[in-house]
């Protein structure tokens, strides 16, 4: 694929999230709505991204960081869509490859129909390429305007359309491909809308197409890939949806999630293969799971963990931020937070790693072969040697190591150093 550089509209008020973070930060199965289309243009090798951001700029440029792949170019008053594009302007003088324009509050988008407009824009050698969706109900997105040969003559905002035009069903997606010098010449010449006191980037097209310069269209029937989160009410469809593609992708590399509908698994969680996951688990972000595991019901991963092959986290388990060795045990409710814990150990039920002093996330080790007993409190910092055993309902103190083999009883715990056999 030819070189070319990616706009993502993200400056908008966001309005009807009815929230102080931008609607592009809000997250969406264990990422931000705005990340979700930053993963579309790496995948496809953009060579630069620019995040073109206005209200709340600051957070939005945060989120981005001092990356060199991704730019962030300023709106300075949200004049609308072209005027948002021409804030790119600056720094695309002297290229003249393609551009990609995209908006930041459209997670669904599918990087495979992005790959077929671009090619398409290449091989054709079009002036503009745009993705077009074919829904049953549009809305209020803009409609396409063709010509009795079929071919599009505008893009007509829901605003400024007759009843006529509202009833197609054929809609903008608002993700375009322009030759770049081209695209910032037209720029130019679009006229402020009466109505919206905006500029509008749909204009673009048809004054292309008043110069008889050629634009192409891609027509995708997933309505699915124009959806716009505007709402709170739109965050959770979207979830909803994305959800689904993150299950079936699972299931499809040869991980079992016996009900998918109760089952809540984050974008970037990785599964091995033959491990199975029981109903209403909760996999959090960045989640790791080797082979042949059995996780859940009711279980919830949190950031930073580890799983390895073979391991067994029961009902109501909750594990965050902690490692957990092969063919390990956790069946019954409780709690691992900031904890290493090796191969073939036995976590009894109702076992609490306190974690937390009130100040400081403080670690737990425990050995291979360990077996800490039912009830148990661990108070970190401490350090459970192999093969050792805590009792059931002991309470093993802060700093506290238990040797190889140890023994480890009471409340607090008294450690004995006679050992156990492998």
Partial sequence: MSEFRAVILAAGKGTRMRSDVPKVLHRVAGKAVLQYVLDVTKNLCSLKTYVVVGHKSEMIKAYVGPSGDVGVAIQKKLLGTADAVRSVEPYLRGY?????????????LDQEIIRRLINKHLKTKASCTVLIARIPDPGTYGRIIRDGNGSIVAIREHKDATEEERAINEINVG????????????????QLNPKKKEFYLTDVVELLL???????????????????????????????ILRKRIAKRLMLSGVTIVDPNTTFIDDDVKIGRDTVIHPFTVIHSGVKIGRECSIGPFARLRPGTAIGNKVEIGNFGEISRSTIGDGTFMKHFGF????????????????????YDGKNKNDTRIGAKAFIGSDAVLVAPVE???????????????GTKVPKGGLAVGVPARISLKRRKA
């Fill in 384 to 398: 459970i040697g192999p093969q050792a055993v805590v009792g059931a309902g002991s309470v093993v103190t802060k």
């Fill in 175 to 190: 993700v375009y491909c322009f030759r770049s010098p081209l695209l910032f010449e037209t720029l130019k010449r679009v």
């Fill in 96 to 108: 003249h490859g393609q551009v990609l324009i995209l908006c930041g509050d459209t997670p669904l």
């Fill in 210 to 240: 008043s110069r008889r310069e050629k634009v192409e269209t891609v027509v995708t029937d997933d309505p699915n890939v124009a959806f716009g989160v505007n709402t709170r009410e739109d965050l959770a469809l979207c979830e909803s």
């Fill in 336 to 355: 691992l937070g900031d904890a290493k814990v090796g191969s073939k150990v036995n976590i009894g039920a109702g076992c609490v790693t306190a974690n």
